[in-house]
């Protein structure tokens, strides 16, 4: 069965405090691995798309990097813009379906 | 502007009372999605469409009914709500190249409430 994890649930960081979330999974064989940013009350926005192992994409302060078994965003030098909740999911190769973790909460303090 | 625009955005209903929440999109995409979303158990997709005409269960749907008539349009049904599908419902719409997913872009939510 597919499955994602995300670590940890929570996370608080200060200013300028860099950090990374994880998203371990599980699928037989992934079609694609993905990262949203959800707002309080708010639907998901997308940030990136990771198709294979060994790719990376950036977008200011967040990094994404994909291997076979997980993935990482990295965020350097948060700001406190950058508090939301950020998830995770992967299609994988087998079905048309997403598949969600249960996220990450960034607290960022200034 | 591209967007996915749900409707309504609250909703207070009672038991066994029918319900539709609509959702429309007008970015052409053929993929169309409903997700619930409840503390601690993040989003699990419910109906999903690969296009017009096709439709297919995700992983919670019980008690729910879908429809894709029109490629812009996929609105959730409930036909006998139930106290335990009270929950945030939120649409998503995406591109779908050879089965691989891009970009979604969801929808502002619908919070439904069944008394």
């Known amino acids: 069965e597919d499955q994602v994890t995300q670590s940890p649930e929570a996370l608080r960081l200060q200013e300028g405090e860099s950090s990374s979330l994880n998203c371990s999974y599980t699928v037989s064989g992934l079609r694609g691995l993905f990262w949203y940013r959800q707002d309080p009350g708010k639907g998901p926005e997308f940030l990136f798309t990771l198709y294979s192992a060994g790719e990376e994409k950036e977008k200011e302060r967040l990094k994404a990097t994909l291997t076979k078994k997980e993935s990482f965003l990295h965020i350097t030098a948060p700001k406190p813009e950058d508090s939301a909740t950020y998830l995770c999911a992967v299609q994988g190769r087998n079905t048309d379906k997403l598949i969600f973790g249960t996220g990450t909460r960034l607290q960022v303090f200034p | 502007e591209a967007q996915v625009t749900q409707n309504p955005r609250y909703l207070i209903t009672v038991t066994g009372k029918k319900l539709t929440v609509t959702c429309s999109q007008n970015m052409n995409h053929e993929y169309m999605s409903w997700y619930r979303q409840d503390p601690g158990l993040g989003l699990r997709q419910i109906y999903y469409?690969?296009?017009?005409?096709?439709?297919d269960k995700g992983d919670v749907p019980e008690g729910y009914k879908v429809s894709r008539k029109e490629k812009r349009n996929f609105p959730l049904i409930l036909e006998s709500p139930s106290p335990n599908q009270t929950s945030l419902y939120f649409c998503a719409s995406s591109l779908n190249r050879d089965r691989r997913y891009t970009e979604a872009f969801f929808g502002q939510g619908t919070r439904l409430t069944v008394v």
């Open positions: 469409s690969m296009n017009v005409e096709v439709t």
